[in-house]
């Protein structure tokens, strides 16, 4: 599974109440606050430990959510776009996020962009839903994932920082 | 010299020209094979003569095996065509959706077909209120049900979306699926309230008598081999034509193991305590009916067969073959052999901790917190 300091990073996020999906007229909103909560919970927790490392924000009625997330590689920062749908499945099946940019640059990917979380997600996200939210997928499914992706996306070659590829692009 | 974005746009540019001329290229194709090509046929033929491209199957007809062929012509229109076997596509028709090609390549097959296709995501809130009216609203006779739903899709969202149209609607369905590492595969008939639906249980897994410790996962999200999705679709389209055309025995749940070339096959009944509760509504309503009934003869009903250690509350209805169940005396596993479960969900939620607060901050309020950080 995760490492011991994503279960400590998760372990402290707040669980979620409302098993509601969007399809949940009525307690839809509800649920939606506490994705708030415990997301604005989750960054400020990464902000005090130093780690800070995604936003996101949603449309008005939260079905699909984009923002940034980055990675700090050899003292360098490399910043991607992310987006997801909220399926009408929510919570009870977790939703696929995606990093366009970086589609078709890694086998561990699957088409649009959509990541491909490690077989122990799965499991994971069924046991605990549907206290599980937001915040939880970032932490147990993105973070991991760009902590074995991205630095073997830079090595190959196939992710090159912003400013670098700015001087590249000038010569 | 042109900026990383201005040559972007270009190569944007003569993608969609390339595409274009595809399209005009195969369209000038279609005209010129139209000659090669039948036309429609309104009203299907008893007679079995080579002319007759109905022929064979009023021969099976007539052999006794058919006795029912008024529902061969159903329209495709739900089927999700993504990541079905990828042979099927044709160089040409790259760039074109998934649906468009396969719609234009079937209906070269048989022009007697009609299609409807839908490029788009069903799991969306919008689409899936589209998909709904589609498979509730959309068969032959507008305004009726589709007669049987196919899933063909990739991922374990997709199928709960399915799932839940087709328990809240009642419409009977057909899943099907190949393994990640694509040497197993199932399909499985799901009559809401009946049999066990994909919320029964945690996703049913075909064993492939791999180690899955010696079983590379590094690197790769999924394999693919075609043929173990042409066996799976072989397997699929045949129930779905022993279910419609009424012969045989209709599978409700078969797998594959192209390991060992296994097939396993069970029936599963619906879970009482099922998460989604269309599907314990469907159950209710199969119960009254069932007790409304009238019992023309005497059916002999077999003792249920309940295991104490049933983890998942899985029941097995009966086992495919009346063979096997007889030479299997004793005890009977929860799930027969080759078949088992991804993921077992025990029945305390093992998060603990704390919970979100009460708050009197307004949604607009936290969006804006976020927004802030
Ligand atoms: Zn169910």
């Given at each position: 599974?995760a490492?011991?300091a994503?279960?400590?990073?998760?372990?402290?996020?707040?669980l979620?109440?409302?098993?509601?999906?969007?399809?949940?007229r009525?307690?839809?909103p509800q649920r939606?606050?506490?994705?708030?909560?415990?997301?604005?919970h989750f960054?400020?927790?990464?902000?005090?430990?130093d780690n800070?490392w995604?936003?996101l924000?949603?449309?008005?009625d939260?079905?699909?959510?984009?923002?940034t997330?980055?990675?700090?590689?050899e003292l360098?920062?490399?910043?991607?776009?992310?987006?997801f749908?909220?399926?009408?499945?929510?919570p009870?099946?977790?939703?696929?996020?995606a990093?366009?940019e970086?589609?078709g640059?890694t086998?561990?990917?699957?088409?649009g962009?959509?990541i491909?979380?490690?077989?122990?997600?799965?499991?994971?996200w069924?046991?605990?839903a549907?206290r599980?939210?937001?915040a939880h997928?970032?932490?147990?499914?993105?973070?991991?994932?760009?902590?074995v992706?991205v630095?073997?996306l830079?090595?190959?070659g196939?992710?090159?920082?912003?400013?670098?590829q700015?001087?590249a692009?000038?010569? | 010299m042109?900026?990383v974005?201005e040559?972007?746009?270009r190569?944007r540019?003569?993608?969609?020209?390339l595409?274009?001329c595809k399209q005009?290229?195969?369209?000038?194709?279609?005209a010129?094979?139209?000659?090669?090509h039948r036309?429609?046929i309104?009203k299907?033929s008893?007679?079995?003569?080579?002319?007759n491209p109905?022929?064979?199957?009023m021969?099976?007809?007539?052999m006794g095996?058919?006795d029912?062929?008024e529902?061969?012509?159903?329209?495709?229109d739900?089927?999700?065509?993504?990541?079905?076997?990828?042979?099927f596509?044709?160089p040409?028709?790259?760039g074109l959706?998934?649906?468009e090609a396969?719609?234009?390549t079937?209906?070269n097959?048989n022009?007697?077909?009609?299609?409807e296709?839908?490029?788009?995501?069903?799991?969306t809130?919008?689409?899936?209120?589209h998909f709904?009216?589609r498979?509730?609203?959309?068969?032959?006779e507008?305004?009726?049900?589709?007669?049987?739903?196919?899933?063909?899709v990739?991922n374990f969202?997709?199928?709960m979306?399915?799932?839940?149209a087709?328990?809240?609607?009642?419409?009977?369905?057909?899943?099907s699926?190949v393994?990640?590492n694509a040497?197993?595969?199932h399909i499985q008939l799901i009559?809401?309230g009946e049999t066990?639906c994909?919320?029964?249980?945690?996703p049913?897994v075909v064993a492939?008598?791999?180690?899955?410790k010696t079983l590379k996962?590094e690197?790769v999200?999924?394999?693919?081999?075609?043929?173990t999705?042409?066996v799976?679709?072989?397997?699929?389209?045949?129930?779905v034509?022993?279910?419609?055309?009424?012969?045989g025995?209709?599978?409700?749940y078969?797998?594959?193991?192209?390991m060992?070339?296994?097939f396993?096959?069970m029936?599963?009944?619906a879970n009482p305590?099922?998460?989604?509760?269309?599907?314990?509504?469907?159950?209710e309503?199969?119960?009254?009916?069932e007790a409304?009934?009238?019992?023309?003869?005497v059916?002999?009903?077999e003792?249920?067969?309940?295991?104490?250690?049933?983890?998942?509350?899985?029941e097995?209805?009966?086992?495919v073959?009346?063979?096997e169940l007889q030479?299997a005396?004793?005890?009977?596993p929860?799930?027969?052999?080759?078949?088992?479960?991804a993921?077992?969900?025990?029945?305390?939620s093992?998060a603990s901790g704390?919970t979100?607060?009460?708050?009197e901050?307004s949604l607009?309020?936290?969006m804006?917190?976020?927004r802030?950080l």
């Open positions: 599974m490492d011991e994503t279960r400590r990073a998760v372990s402290q996020i707040p979620l109440k409302t098993h509601a999906g969007p399809r949940d009525a307690l839809w939606l606050k506490e994705e708030y909560q415990a997301l604005i960054v400020e927790q990464n902000k005090a430990a800070d995604f936003r924000e949603s449309n008005a939260g079905t699909r959510w984009t923002g997330c980055w990675f700090i590689h360098l920062r490399y910043e991607f776009r992310l987006e749908d909220v399926p009408v499945t929510y009870d099946t977790a939703p696929e996020v990093v366009p970086l589609d640059k086998a561990k990917m699957y088409r962009g959509k491909c979380l490690t077989e122990h997600f799965a499991p994971l069924a046991r605990n549907p599980f939210g937001l997928l970032m932490a147990l499914g993105l973070g991991p994932w760009l902590a992706e630095p073997d830079i090595s190959k196939h992710v090159i920082h912003k400013e670098q700015r001087e692009a000038a010569e | 042109a900026t974005e040559l972007k746009l190569v540019e003569l993608e969609n020209e595409i274009k005009k290229q195969s369209a000038a194709e279609d010129q094979s139209q000659e090669l036309p429609k309104d299907m008893a007679e079995v003569v080579d002319s109905y022929s064979r199957l021969a099976l007809k007539r095996i058919v029912d062929y529902l061969l012509l159903f329209d495709y739900k089927v999700e065509l993504a990541n079905m076997n990828r042979l596509f044709q040409h028709q790259a959706s998934k649906v396969a719609e234009h079937l209906r097959i022009p007697d077909v009609s299609f296709t839908h490029n788009y995501n069903i799991t809130m919008e689409n899936f209120t709904m009216e498979i509730s609203q959309g068969g032959l507008d305004g009726k049900p589709v007669d049987l739903v196919l899933s063909c990739d969202e997709a199928r979306a399915i799932n839940t087709c328990n809240e609607l009642g419409q009977i369905w057909m899943e699926g393994s990640e040497v197993s595969g009559i809401p066990a994909f919320a029964c249980a945690p049913l492939a008598n791999i180690d899955e996962r690197g999200c999924a394999a693919s081999l075609p043929t999705m042409g799976v679709a072989g397997i699929l389209v045949q129930n034509l022993k279910y419609l055309l009424k012969f025995t209709v599978s409700y078969l797998g594959y193991n192209a060992q070339d296994f396993p096959t029936a599963m009944k305590q099922c998460n989604d509760r269309y599907c314990r509504k469907q159950q309503e199969y119960k009254k009916k409304e009934r009238p019992k023309v003869e059916v002999e009903v003792e249920e067969v309940v295991h104490e250690d049933n983890e998942w509350g899985i097995l209805v009966s086992e073959s009346d063979a030479a005396s004793g005890s009977v929860d799930l027969p052999e080759g078949i088992t479960v993921y077992t969900i025990p029945a305390e093992p704390e979100v607060e009460e708050t901050q607009e309020e936290l804006a917190q976020m802030k």
